[in-house]
């Protein structure tokens, strides 16, 4: 687990590239802990590869600051800091070999040549390339160089190892390897790593805290766990997996209604009625039509391996979208179920994607409370 140390904080930080108006990060204030395995996740041009880059100094903030363990470094140049990168494009020299490649750091900074071969050995031991060190770094595979790029940004014992869409140039299966890879070096090394993806599963699958960013703005930090779960508003729900997003009704504590009918939920506390209720596709159950909450009849059925996408239309007219294991027919008239627990409910926001930014502040307080 993370200390509870503040490691890094972005304080009011704003970026105008052009100086136009036109925002990359508006107002960001984030903290990260010391240990802490944090994904910045968002769509392209969202901000999270310029966050990385203010953490790095290869971008200086148009306002706000930058502090590691409490000393302002907003003006400190990249190579004084104590933070190595990552980036997609592993920039390893093809004229040097394995070793080479990963000491290079530790000759810029005249280390001694014995203390050298240990820790790069060392290195080349934690990413399994032990034997790999007299190789040509082009005649390795993507995966093996990505192992090379990480290793050379280990070997100068950073606080932080940034990484910027590290994995985006392997393959879904090397992917799937370097993820537990760098899951596994994390653990072993005990240092903070930022990582940066547009990919979901990433996210969640190796953060030990995810910061949801869109248009320059974090729009929810949590846990993995609390993301998925507990979105804070409709961008969070629809980017972070699947969800059916609909309009309701909170007549009251705990009971919600939505497409023509009352739903028992967990939900309570909203200052008016009108609500947005977000219900993930494996949370709906596909019963009989007296035994359902809901009739429907099925429009659609996609095979996709372990489960069945299934498009069902209410009575109402929504058409619900669920994944099940089940064998349905099209055409099949059916009932759907959905327990208070797989019901979510969100204030409506000002527009469908973007929350207010006093909201978005508040949020973000919320969020770093439950980390804490």
Request: charged share 25%; with cysteine; aromatic share 6%.
């Amino acid at each position: 687990m993370p200390k509870d140390t503040h490691l890094i904080d972005l304080n009011d930080i704003y970026v105008d590239y052009a100086g136009d108006g036109v925002l990359a990060l508006e107002n960001l204030n984030l903290y990260i802990r010391e240990n802490e395995f944090v994904t910045l996740l968002g769509p392209s041009g969202c901000g999270k590869s310029t966050t990385l880059r203010i953490i790095g100094g290869f971008v200086k903030p148009t306002q706000g600051t930058v502090r590691l363990n409490g000393e302002d470094i907003t003006d400190m140049p990249p190579h004084k800091r104590p933070v190595n990168t990552v980036f997609q494009k592993y920039a390893l020299f093809p004229n040097m070999d394995v070793f080479e490649n990963v000491a290079f750091g530790l000759r810029i900074a005249k280390v001694p040549e014995k203390e050298i071969r240990e820790r790069v050995q060392k290195m080349l031991d934690l990413v399994g390339l032990s034997k790999y060190g007299d190789r040509p770094v082009d005649s390795l595979s993507g995966g093996q160089q990505q192992r090379v790029a990480i290793a050379r940004a280990l070997v100068n014992e950073p606080k932080v190892l940034l990484l910027d869409e590290p994995l985006g140039a392997l393959d879904l299966k090397m992917r799937r390897g370097m993820q537990e890879e760098l899951k596994r070096m994390h653990k072993t090394l005990g240092i903070t790593f930022v990582y940066v993806t547009h990919d979901q599963e990433e996210a969640m699958t190796m953060s030990d805290t995810v910061v949801v960013m869109n248009d320059g703005i974090i729009q929810q930090i949590g846990t993995p766990q609390d993301i998925y779960n507990e979105p804070k508003n409709a961008f969070v729900a629809n980017f972070i997996g699947e969800s059916d997003i609909l309009p309701g009704i909170m007549h009251e504590p705990y009971l919600v209604e939505f497409d023509g009918v009352k739903f028992p939920c967990v939900d309570k506390g909203f200052e008016t009625p009108e609500v947005d209720v977000v219900v993930r596709p494996e949370d709906i159950k596909i019963t009989t039509p007296e035994a359902g909450m809901i009739r429907a009849t099925i429009e659609e059925v996609t095979f996709m391996g372990i489960h069945n996408v299934i498009l069902a239309r209410s009575e109402n007219g929504y058409l619900w979208r669920i994944k099940d294991t089940g064998s349905w027919e099209e055409g099949k008239a059916v009932g759907l179920v959905i327990e208070p627990d797989g019901i979510h409910i969100m204030r409506k926001p000002v527009s469908e994607d973007e929350m207010p930014l006093e909201e978005v502040e508040a949020i973000e307080e919320e969020g770093m409370e439950d980390e804490t």
